[in-house]
């Protein structure tokens, strides 16, 4: 077993602020993932890392950069956070497609407010 | 556009019966296929998944039809619970590309 652990778990931020959230995962899986969660709209992946060092841009990278300095950690970064903003955001992992059928374990997730 | 359609944004059903969570999806080289089970304020679990080498795949009261030219696949419940209540999301990609697309979720009432 393992666990993905998030911080901050409540982010409250300022427009035009830079916002740092991290992920820790202890399974050791190689792969791991950012999604946002808005409400009505699902999931939807921003980034996502398959190995220590790669990042790979999902459909909703734009205004989001991201970091893999380890195997075990993926951090991402709202570079100008939006007046307004409400949302959750889940970071996943996964061991590598190839193995396995894929399947991720999520964090508990980290709930963005910008003011 | 969105890879992954779920028709349904809730359903209701009584305990005791069967429903069907249906999914969509446009990119026919998706070769792996899931739900996931998200209770309020928790984060998405497995529920189910299955390659696109069978066209179904059981486990106890779930079972998931893939049918691949329809470009659909679906969740059968059966003997639904009040614990059932929850939001479905499915999910699809493809082997080689870890991206991964979910859809946007069935909420599902299971009433006693």
């Known amino acids: 077993g393992g666990i993905i652990t998030q911080t901050p778990k409540f982010l409250i931020g300022q427009e035009g602020q830079k916002l740092t959230l991290k992920c820790q995962q202890n399974?050791?899986?190689?792969?791991m993932y950012w999604y946002r969660q808005d409400s009505g709209k699902g999931l939807r992946l921003i980034y996502y890392s398959i190995t220590e060092n790669d990042l790979q841009k999902g459909d909703l990278s734009e205004g989001y950069d991201a970091s893999r300095e380890k195997k075990s950690s993926f951090s991402l970064t709202v570079t100008s956070a939006q007046k307004n903003e409400m949302a959750v955001f889940l970071c996943?992992?996964?061991?590598?497609?190839?193995?396995?059928?894929?399947?991720?374990?999520f964090g508990p997730g980290t709930r963005l407010t910008v003011l | 556009g969105q890879q992954v359609k779920q028709s349904s944004p809730s359903l209701t059903v009584q305990e005791g019966g069967i429903l069907i969570l249906n999914c969509d999806y446009e990119n026919d080289m998706f070769d792996y296929f899931a739900w996931y089970k998200k209770y309020p304020d928790n984060s998405p679990t497995l529920l189910i998944s299955v390659r696109s080498n069978v066209d179904k795949r059981e486990d106890g009261r779930f079972t998931v039809f893939l049918n691949k030219s329809g470009k659909h696949f679906s969740l059968h419940i059966t003997a639904s619970q009040p614990e059932d209540t929850a939001v479905y999301l499915c999910a699809a990609g493809y082997t080689g590309y870890q991206n991964f697309y979910f859809g946007k979720g069935t909420s599902l009432t299971v009433i006693p």
């Open positions: 399974f050791n899986h190689d792969t």
């Open positions: 996943a992992s996964s061991i590598n497609w190839g193995v396995n059928y894929a399947e991720q374990f």
